[in-house]
Nanobody, 121 residues
Framework: VQLVESGGGMVRHGGSLRLSCAASGFTFSSYDMNWVRQAPGKGPEWVSGINTAGGSTYYVDSVKGRFTISRDNAKNTLYLQMNSLKPEDTALYYC???????????????WGKGTLVTVSS
């Protein structure tokens, strides 16, 4: 399993970025996928998730209306379109493969190495 994020960078408050995650080594279309971020000095925060077909999407409240998750199963790629960026969105952004735990809860078993997003005020 390999997940490789790209598209991070430095933008100004109000700017936009589009993150990509190229997946390989597994059947991408069979797994829910997620974006998780970790801000400097803080723990990981789940940001968004999408089901296998892309028809259902989920977001943390702080990014609703600004971020859009999507996927292209033909290209084995996950995306995160980020608009109206704020300084508090500054973080290392990871994509992560979703799994169902034995408890029935949702988890994540493989993560990429991340791509850094820096938003200046």
């Amino acid at each position: 399993v390999q997940l490789v994020e790209s598209g991070g960078g430095m933008v100004r408050h109000g700017g936009s970025l589009r993150l990509s995650c190229a997946a390989s080594g597994f059947t991408f279309s069979s797994y829910d996928m997620n974006w998780v971020r970790q801000a400097p000095g803080k723990g990981p925060e789940w940001v968004s998730g999408i089901n296998t077909a892309g028809g259902s999407t989920y977001y943390v409240d702080s990014v609703k209306g600004r971020f859009t998750i999507s996927r292209d199963n033909a290209k084995n790629t996950l995306y995160l379109q980020m608009n109206s960026l704020k300084p508090e969105d500054t973080a290392l952004y990871y994509c992560a493969r979703g799994v169902r735990l034995v408890t029935g809860d949702n988890g994540m078993d493989y993560w990429g190495k991340g791509t850094l997003v820096t938003v200046s005020s």
